[in-house]
């Protein structure tokens, strides 16, 4: 049998918390759908202590997910001089930006100051299924 070598242990890590950081940022903005179309208290705060304790995880997720890519790149040099890494960066920017995002609308439930209607929130999910699209396809087709 063979044995996976260091580049496949930090490739399987990097694509492990990548899927684990997706699936937070997936559920923490239907969490907001709830958490805007809720009048009822208890349910509020069984939301917000749902949305709490997910970004904290997804967090670190996303964290050991740059990290891993950051080896792969810098590591290995996957991808170091290729047009298509370039825009890849710039979206798992857009991704960090969409996180601190989640955050700080996280804190405008927690002090009651959120102004968003649950339809903003439903159309605001849909961002990251559009980044994790063009993401894979620039990983796998590497067009450029």
Do not use: Q
Not at 64 to 73: E, K, N, R, S, Y
Not at 124 to 131: A, I, K, Y
């Amino acid at each position: 049998t063979a044995v996976m070598t260091g580049y496949a242990w930090v490739k399987t890590l990097h694509l492990v918390f990548v899927i684990s950081w997706f699936a937070g940022l997936f559920y923490l903005p239907r969490i907001f759908v709830n958490l805007a179309d809720t009048t009822d208290a208890a349910t509020r705060e069984r939301l917000l202590l749902m949305a709490r304790k997910l970004l904290r995880f997804m967090t670190v997720l996303g964290f050991f997910a740059i990290c891993f890519g950051m080896v792969l790149w810098g590591g290995y040099g996957v991808g170091s001089k290729s047009g298509w890494m370039s825009a890849k960066l710039v979206l798992v920017l857009g991704l960090v930006v969409y996180h601190v995002w989640c955050a700080l609308l996280y804190k405008r439930f927690a002090t009651a100051t959120n102004t968003r209607s649950h339809v903003w929130f439903r159309w605001f999910n849909e961002m990251p299924v559009l980044m994790l699209f063009a993401i894979v396809a620039l990983a796998v087709g590497k067009p450029f």
